[in-house]
């Protein structure tokens, strides 16, 4: 849990050298606290919920069902919703609308990613979840160094057709998130496998249980 915060520490001397509009710095930090902010919202307390359940209850698979069913359609609801209204959002924000439709598939991607990771934790399976984050983070940082450091220089020297069609000179904000877009998708991936193996059966009493002693969490 540590060790990617130590690893994405690193991202702030890389943006304030090579980003050439230093006031975007500024975006990106309004649109990193949405992430933090939403990312409390769209969990609700049910990876809190989760966790208490798994322990109590004698039905587990039940457990990792209601939370899993409850989670997608939650997160669902969320992309459509904000994805048809990127555009006001953009205007209430003063971001540009790309940034905006890259934050809410981060968000999203990442919100899927919330009970299959609450499950390996649960399991005891500390070596494939600390892999998993760290992995988020190494991937994050390697394509922040390719798109802000290396892809100018590559683009200059090279007539190739794909480098020339992913490198935009006025795109250096667009590419942090298109960074964390990438990580935040291979995570899924990885946990995705857990979507497939559960029953999508949703116990509608245990899910009020779980929203009783979540809620009061995401307040807090």
């Given amino acids: 849990t540590v060790l990617p915060r130590i690893i994405s520490f690193i991202l702030n001397p890389i943006f304030v050298y090579y980003l050439t509009d230093k006031e975007k710095m500024g975006e990106v930090s309004v649109i990193f606290s949405y992430l933090v902010f939403f990312n409390v919202i769209l969990s609700y307390g049910m990876e809190t919920a989760f966790f208490r359940f798994y322990n109590s209850e004698s039905d587990k698979k039940n457990v990792v069902s209601t939370a899993t069913v409850s989670i997608f359609w939650s997160t669902i609801g969320f992309l459509a919703l904000f994805l048809l209204f990127r555009k006001n959002l953009a205007l209430w924000s003063e971001i540009n609308v790309e940034y905006i439709v890259f934050t809410i598939w981060i968000l999203a991607f990442d919100a899927l990613a919330i009970i299959p990771f609450s499950k390996i934790r649960a399991e005891g ?89 979540g809620l009061p969490i995401l307040v807090s």
Avoid at 169 to 198: E, H, M, W
């Fill in 125 to 213: 399976r500390p070596i494939k979840y600390a892999v998993i984050k760290i992995s988020n983070v190494l991937i994050n940082l390697v394509l922040n160094v390719f798109f802000l450091i290396l892809l100018p220089d590559i683009a200059n020297e090279s007539s190739n057709p794909f480098i020339q069609t992913i490198y935009h000179d006025d795109f250096q904000i667009g590419y942090i998130f298109v960074s964390n877009l990438i990580a935040s998708l291979v995570t899924l991936i990885f946990v995705l496998p857990d979507y497939f193996k559960i029953k999508w059966q949703f116990d509608a009493d245990l899910w009020r249980k779980m929203m009783q002693y």
